[in-house]
């Protein structure tokens, strides 16, 4: 699934997610990288960023073949909140669920990036091996807006 395409399906995908309020588009200004502020229902919120990996042989200038197989098998979405905030692990984890849970035949898994990860936030990978990176840019605890440093991430929002 090419970004412009996935981007779409995803803000509709994670809009879904009961414990989230809204996502909207965040415009870096930069053509390459796509991204959202997603608000949670807590009022905390998480700026992601969007790359993706095309398949082998996959040309942008040619029209796009979906490839597609079975969905993910859905499964309970995990708890969001400890004593009222989250995390950003326990956010990757709940908005990975999200795609999982979204019925897609596109998307071969969604998963939540480990503790070893550079910078939190999750990947998808698709049926055609194409592959999505979701990272955490930013988070917010509610009324407070993003920080100025990218990738100095909250413990807790």
């Given at each position: 699934m090419r970004i412009q395409r996935f981007y779409e399906f995803a803000t509709?995908?994670?809009a879904k997610a009961p414990d989230v309020q809204a996502v909207d588009r965040w415009d870096r200004?930069?053509?390459?990288?796509y991204g959202w502020q997603?608000?949670?229902?807590?009022g905390?919120?998480?700026?992601?960023?969007?790359?993706?990996?095309?398949?082998?042989?996959?040309?942008?200038?040619?029209?796009?073949?979906?490839v597609t197989g079975e969905a993910p098998?859905?499964?309970?979405?995990?708890?969001?909140?400890?004593?009222?905030?989250?995390?950003p692990r326990l956010a990757a984890h709940y908005l990975a669920a999200a795609l999982t849970n979204s019925g897609n035949t596109e998307i071969l898994r969604a998963e939540a990036y480990g503790e070893d990860a550079q910078n939190p936030g999750f990947g998808v990978t698709f049926h055609s091996t194409?592959?999505?990176?979701c990272l955490f840019h930013h988070t917010a605890r509610p009324g407070q807006?993003?920080?100025n440093n990218a990738f100095s991430l909250q413990g807790e929002f």
């Open positions: 509709e995908a994670m200004g930069e053509e390459h990288l997603i608000t949670l229902t807590s905390a919120r998480i700026w992601a960023g969007l790359t993706s990996v095309a398949p082998p042989g996959d040309k942008n200038d040619q029209p796009e073949t979906p098998a859905e499964s309970p979405y995990p708890e969001l909140y400890t004593n009222g905030k989250t995390t194409g592959r999505a990176h807006d993003k920080g």
